[in-house]
């Protein structure tokens, strides 16, 4: 009776852990950043770069992604001045206990002036009840100005 209580007592410690590896392993798995994507139109020419904040997109994302972009001319304008003024994309998080800033600075290699359209994609790390506010700036004589903005008030409890 003894060898079966030993076979018993070793078949429950190997189930046992083997629910816990599987839970483990589902807790692992669950998306535990939020996915940024904002749509962009710009424009710019001689010293001034203006735009437009489009449509964004947010997804649970299981993986930190380098804040990248897709920006490119869309549109030349029969224009002689090069341009390379930028745009800054700022995306925080507030009304929360912690807050959270991040700035990407969109600079295509392009120079010439027209209209340029793309998508700037991140991630947020961001838990609780928070607001998202997403920012776009563009320049006027080297002179930083806020050119649009949208916010959305949040829920995410990972």
Same mark, same amino acid.
């Given at each position: 009776?003894?060898?079966?209580?030993?076979?018993?007592?070793?078949?429950?410690?190997?189930?046992?852990?083997?629910? &816990?590896?599987?839970?483990?392993?589902?807790?692992?798995?669950?998306?535990?950043?939020?996915?940024?994507?904002?749509?962009?139109?710009?424009?710019?020419?001689?010293?001034? /770069?203006?735009?437009?904040?489009?449509?964004?997109? &947010?997804?649970?994302?299981?993986?930190?992604?380098?804040? /990248?972009? $897709?920006?490119?001319?869309? &549109?030349?304008?029969?224009?002689?001045?090069?341009?390379?003024?930028?745009?800054?994309?700022?995306?925080?998080?507030?009304?929360?206990?912690?807050?959270?800033?991040?700035?990407?600075?969109?600079?295509?290699?392009?120079?010439?002036?027209?209209?340029?359209? =793309?998508?700037?994609?991140?991630?947020?790390?961001?838990?609780?009840?928070?607001?998202?506010?997403?920012?776009?700036?563009?320049?006027? $004589?080297?002179?930083?100005?806020?050119? =649009?903005?949208?916010?959305?008030?949040? /829920?995410?409890? &990972?």
């Amino acid at each position: 009776m003894s060898s079966r209580m030993r076979i018993l007592k070793s078949l429950g410690i190997v189930l046992l852990l083997s629910g &816990l590896t599987a839970a483990a392993y589902q807790v692992m798995r669950i998306p535990t950043n939020i996915m940024l994507s904002v749509r962009l139109s710009l424009n710019r020419s001689g010293q001034k /770069s203006s735009g437009a904040i489009g449509n964004y997109y &947010l997804s649970l994302t299981t993986r930190k992604v380098v804040p /990248s972009d $897709n920006v490119s001319l869309s &549109l030349p304008w029969k224009d002689d001045s090069a341009s390379n003024e930028p745009w800054a994309l700022i995306v925080v998080t507030n009304e929360t206990d912690q807050p959270w800033q991040h700035e990407y600075v969109i600079r295509p290699s392009q120079t010439v002036p027209g209209e340029y359209e =793309g998508v700037v994609s991140q991630t947020i790390e961001a838990r609780g009840k928070f607001r998202l506010w997403i920012l776009l700036y563009g320049h006027t $004589n080297g002179t930083r100005k806020l050119v =649009g903005n949208k916010s959305v008030l949040m /829920s995410s409890f &990972l």
